[in-house]
């Protein structure tokens, strides 16, 4: 079992216990991490980012707080699509190195994305009021789902959307963005899972 694959159960366990995921499919999730390295165990973990990315975004590391470092902050020379600087931290988890992972936080509208440790972030372009395109900065080495949603206010719900497969080579993303219901700043997360590991990108939707 691979460092990305532990840590992911120790998140799943985690999400559980902070009564945002059920435990039923929670324990046959880990089995499936545990036991299969391939693409169905990825598209099991699409279902779940599915679910709780519409809560934390690419916050999902909070599942493990306390099994964390931290590095300081340090500028990266890509801007976020809002025009303003970004930061990346790397976080390592303190029994599994191997598993790190870095958080891009946007100076204007905070959390942005959450990468494998190296892996640049993505780009957004939000093009006009309800299609976002997503360009990776390398393609996917192997076939992979995408899912997406918008993270709730307060206790209001918010459907999200099930994985849907993408193919090996994928170097760009095209998504509708969900109509708005609810008055407030709403923000819409997307998680890719691939070749076992993960990236989570969320942006504000504004107006």
Do not use: N
């Not at 300081?72 to 809002?82: A, G, I, T």
């Not at 939000?126 to 307060?154: D, F, H, S, Y």
């Not at 998504?175 to 008055?183: D, G, M, Q, T």
Request: hydrophobic residues 40%; proline residues 12%.
């Amino acid at each position: 079992m691979t460092p990305a694959r532990t840590a992911q159960m120790w998140m799943v366990r985690a999400a559980v216990a902070a009564g945002d995921y059920p435990a039923r499919p929670a324990e046959a999730l880990v089995a499936r991490l545990a036991d299969d390295p391939t693409g169905d165990a990825d598209r099991a973990l699409g279902r779940f980012l599915a679910a709780v990315l519409c809560l934390r975004g690419p916050d999902v590391h909070g599942y493990l707080a306390g099994r964390l470092g931290y590095s300081p902050e340090r500028p990266v020379p890509q801007r976020h699509h809002c025009g303003r600087h970004l930061l990346v931290v790397r976080m390592e988890p303190h029994e599994l190195p191997a598993a790190a992972r870095d958080f891009y936080v946007c100076e204007r509208c905070g959390p942005a994305v959450t990468t494998p440790a190296d892996v640049p972030a993505p780009e957004v372009a939000l093009e006009g009021p309800g299609t976002a395109r997503i360009t990776l900065r390398c393609p996917t080495p192997a076939a992979g789902w995408v899912a997406a949603g918008m993270q709730p206010i307060g206790r209001h719900p918010e459907p999200h959307d099930p994985p849907r497969r993408v193919p090996a080579g994928t170097t760009e993303l095209t998504l509708r963005l969900p109509e708005r219901k609810a008055l407030g700043l709403r923000r819409f997360a997307v998680a890719l899972v691939c070749a076992g590991d993960f990236v989570v990108v969320q942006f504000p939707l504004e107006g």
